[in-house]
């Protein structure tokens, strides 16, 4: 079976970076409580390139004082991403989160991808 994957990009000001790091842990094992196959948050080490490609900076739209932070999250499935995503939606313990100051959702790339290799 092809697993589903949410994929997220965003740029997190430097200076918030143990503030986005507590509450992506916060998230991370809700999802996982809820049925996530695996939840990854990474930052940026290796993005400035002259390759002729646009770096994942850029796509971010980050800023000198931003972190780059590539996410994603599996699921068994696409009907169980929809699932647990409105069980995580809807959790008490993710309703008091505040992100304002420590990312822009508006900047935020997200999108659902199927899974096309997997070796």
Known sequence: MKEYVDGYLLAVPSDQLDTYRAMASRAGEIWKEYGALDYRECVGESLEHNHGMRNFRH????????????SWIVFRDKAD??????????????????IEG????????????????QA
């Open 59 to 70: 796509a971010a739209e980050a800023g000198d004082n931003e972190t780059v932070v590539f």
């Open 81 to 98: 991403r929809d699932r647990i995503n409105a069980a995580v939606m809807t959790d008490p313990r993710l309703q008091d989160v505040c």
């Open 102 to 117: 420590v990312f822009d959702p508006k900047r935020m790339a997200w999108g659902g991808f199927d899974t096309l290799v």
